[in-house]
């Protein structure tokens, strides 16, 4: 239903800190300025469905994104709607299941590796780094990541 070209166009979350969540998409190529946008997500079929509570808006005030806190997505799906109206009238609605394994529409900056540890010997001229894995939102496997050390001399 509703007005084709009207839907959000590339839709893309990004997941940062482990438990914030920024989704942003570009409004619909017929899109007027009166043209508003909601966002909805659940992290599973049986949750509840959360609104967006912290709008980012464009310059026309249309809803572009949202910066959601506290986010916890368990079991490696998620659900999207974003719907919305104009002048009275509905627009498409632009709706995803994301499967955080294989697809792309979720990305998550990671945190940096937790407890660094650096022993070197002088004589040896050898060092050892230990670190743990990064806290995630999603990812519970440490073999999961690889890992790059930089060694600049002083």
């Known amino acids: ?10 839709f893309v979350c990004v997941i940062f800190n482990v ?3 920024n ?5 619909g190529r017929t899109a007027t300025e009166d043209t508003q946008y909601f966002l909805y997500w659940t992290p599973s079929k049986k949750e509840n469905i959360t609104e967006c509570q912290n709008y980012i808006k464009d310059n026309c005030g249309r809803h572009t994104g949202c910066l959601f806190q506290n986010v916890t997505i368990e079991n490696k799906n998620a659900y999207f709607l974003v719907n919305g109206s104009r002048s009275g009238q509905t627009i498409q609605s632009y ?35 230990w670190w743990q894995p990064p806290r995630t939102s999603h990812v519970k ?4 990541f ?5 060694i600049k001399n002083k």
């Open 146 to 150: 690889k890992y790059e050390i930089v």
């Open 1 to 10: 239903a509703g007005m084709n070209g009207t839907a959000i166009e590339n």
């Open 141 to 144: 496997k440490s073999s999961c």
């Open 95 to 129: 709706e995803e299941k994301i499967m955080l394994i294989s697809d792309y529409v979720i990305v998550e900056k990671l945190t940096p590796p937790l407890n660094v540890t650096v022993n070197c010997t002088e004589a040896a001229q050898r060092c050892s780094v």
């Open 23 to 27: 989704c942003t998409w570009n409004v």
């Open 19 to 21: 438990s914030f969540m």
